[in-house]
């Protein structure tokens, strides 16, 4: 893990609420990647920066024990094009520890690698929380994430 200051950036893709409480985010979580995916979402997001795929974790309502929004999409330049059905976001620069999920993306990896920052002692500003699905993830069966986790 290592401290990094991120600068701003916007996001357009594929917006769900849930909750870690009672497993709601095994389900929904899993499902809005498939949606992504399965749909081919990257390919229809305009102004593309680059290739990577991008989770955000952000509007909590308190902390991770409580509910929050996860996009699922991918940067952009700009937000003037929303295409129907997605939404577009924007984020300030701020501060963030950086994880990296390694092993079986598709499986437990990633979760895997949150319950481990979830033990970690860190001043979470829990305003938004980034993972990053880059080259290092072509391979997500045996790839790698960065896991950005915004702190005070």
Known sequence: MENVAMQPVKIIGLKIRT?????????????????????????????????????????????????????IGCRVGMLDTIPEGMVGRSFDAGNFTKFTAKGDLTKDAVINTWMQIWKTPLERSYLADFEVYGEKAQNPYDGEAEIFVGVK
């Open 19 to 71: 909750s870690n409480d009672s497993g709601k985010a095994d389900i929904d979580i899993p499902a809005l990647w498939n949606k992504f995916m399965g749909k081919s979402i990257a390919e229809r997001i305009p102004n593309r920066i680059d290739d990577e795929i991008v989770a955000v974790y952000t509007n909590y309502e308190s902390d991770y024990t409580k509910p929050y929004d996860m996009i």
